[in-house]
């Protein structure tokens, strides 16, 4: 052991004898055992000096990653996006029979429904943050699983538009469950160990996506789609969508089983110096709000990265169906179903592999700044060569048809790259936090940020390409001359990153004042 690790280890073995333990409750909008160093998620505790100080950041031992409690962290991500996603491949055909509507007004109150699950969610982010401060991360990670899986249950009962509007509503009061989990997965987490655990965290999100879908689509009206099985049974027939929520609210019921039982709370309430009579000891500090963090230095602008990089990314994910089906001739691949499918599934296979095999060694040897810029750099030749594809595909000669199929190839294998920036921005937020204290609020307000682009941006990105290539403007190529701004933006916003999240960045750690 080095003399500085000697002396600092004789200066909190004096601490301890002063009464200045480390003994701070950490609540998900009050205190996360969370570091603001380099690459660091996690301090073993912060230690309040003398009025003089501020408080002072004991570097913790690295740990190796729980990856039980990570496993069933993950498993319990998969509930949302499966309950948000699984119903969009019935609900513009449910929407029409129970609301008897017109074919024209279809896409409106399909639209609705959908966008509901987001904006209810995004109002009460917030709320299920301070009741996690309150009650614990594992009582409320286990009441928000039975609350979505319950009103997802019985969403596929509605019979009415209007229940089918406050099913939806109550399914995404219920869905907080993120917000919780992204913090309890920090506080597992070392400076070591963050990219591999957030990288197994986007990844069970993007198989939710992926599963949902499925899904809702295999198990919807099932007396029609296997009259073999459920023909002739007259709740099938009645309740033509019951057999797809049910199946969605059953894998969110285990797990509520799985989180209540191996589960473990991270949140560890210990008693202050006040509590043992101490009355001469530092008052703890007041919880940041929202708009003081914004103040803080360099949160702004990672928040502003945050949500530049979720937008493109719920963009592309919107535009991407409806282009790959568009014929060449009007500015999209023209794949059937099945080319659809399968591109699907093979963009989600390399973006796991990118996320899990690539992420982790490149912010070790680069920093998290360093591989967000990296992903700025490629995002903009990354969206360029979708209408450059559409122009080779359009000329319909062999030569340009075989050109098109080698430049998918490199697509599919390179492309998916960018969506390093997903958890890059993440592990940017963890590094910003002016303290522990605010980790939490700033997932929070990340996570409503998410949740409000992922209510609008779909009909918003998709309305755009309808109108460039009905009206042929920019060549039909409207939608991606948008996107290429956000790009570029995205790009120079990426220059601007603070510190915190470079490579050998370092937060001084202040030593005591020797009395």
């Known amino acids: 052991m080095s003399s500085r690790d000697s002396s600092s280890d004789n200066d909190n073995s004096k601490g301890d004898d002063d009464g200045v333990n480390p003994s701070e409750t950490t609540p998900l909008l009050a205190a996360s055992p969370v570091a603001t160093t380099a690459d660091s998620n996690i301090a073993s505790a912060i230690v309040e000096g003398s009025e003089s100080h501020q408080p002072l950041l004991v570097k913790p031992e690295d740990k190796p990653l729980p990856k039980v409690q990570i496993f069933f962290l993950c498993y319990a991500r998969l509930v949302e996006p499966i309950a948000f996603f699984s119903i969009f491949p019935y609900i513009n055909q449910m929407v029409q029979e129970n609301g008897n509507l017109d074919e024209v007004d279809v896409g409106f109150y399909g639209g609705l429904i959908e966008s509901l699950f987001s904006l209810t969610q995004m109002l009460v982010m917030m709320l299920w943050g301070r009741a996690s401060d309150h009650f614990g991360r594992k009582p409320v990670l286990v009441l928000s699983l039975i609350g979505i899986a319950a009103s997802t ?85 009645n309740y033509p969508y019951a057999l797809s929520s049910i199946v969605v609210g059953c894998v969110g019921l285990t797990a509520v089983v799985t989180s209540a039982v191996f589960v473990e709370e991270t949140l560890h309430k210990t008693k202050t110096p006040a509590d043992d009579g101490e009355t001469n000891a530092s008052p703890k500090p007041a919880p940041a709000t929202p708009l003081e963090l914004l103040g803080a230095p360099g949160v702004g602008i990672v928040l502003h990265n945050y949500g530049n990089a979720m937008l493109l990314g719920l963009a592309y994910s919107a535009i991407v169906p409806v282009f790959w089906f568009t014929t060449p001739s009007l500015g ?35 920093g998290t700044n360093g591989v967000l810029r990296g992903c700025g750099i490629a995002y903009p030749f990354f969206i360029g060569l979708m209408p450059f594809l559409n122009s080779i595909l359009a000329q319909g000669t062999r030569a340009a048809e075989v050109s098109f199929w080698v430049l998918c190839s490199l697509l599919l294998a390179v492309g998916p790259g960018v969506s390093m920036a997903f958890t890059g921005v993440q592990l940017a937020l963890n590094d910003v936090s002016p303290s522990p204290e605010s980790l939490g609020t700033l997932n929070a307000m990340a996570l409503t940020i998410t949740s409000g682009l992922r209510a609008f941006s779909p009909v918003l990105f998709t309305s755009l390409f309808a109108v460039g290539i009905k009206h042929h403007i920019l060549w039909g190529y409207l939608v991606w001359a948008v996107l290429m701004v956000l790009t570029l933006a995205f790009t120079v916003s990426t220059r601007y990153l603070p510190a915190t999240s470079e490579k050998d960045y370092d937060r001084e750690v202040v030593e005591p004042e020797q009395e």
């Open 153 to 237: 249950s019985v969403f596929g009962l509605a019979r009415s538009l209007w229940q089918m509007i406050v099913l939806r509503c109550v399914a995404g009061v219920f869905a907080g469950t993120i917000v919780t989990i992204r913090t309890m997965i920090a506080e597992h987490s070392t400076r070591h160990t963050q990219a591999r655990s957030f990288s197994w965290f986007a990844f069970s999100g993007n198989v939710g996506i992926f599963v949902g879908p499925l899904i809702g689509g295999a198990l919807a009206d099932p007396a029609s789609q296997y009259p073999g099985t459920f023909g002739g049974v007259p709740f099938f027939e």
């Open 332 to 366: 999209g691949f023209g794949f059937s179903p099945l080319q659809i499918s399968l591109f699907m599934g093979l963009t989600g296979l390399s973006q796991a592999l990118w996320l899990l095999l690539v992420f982790p060694p490149l912010q070790h040897r680069y």
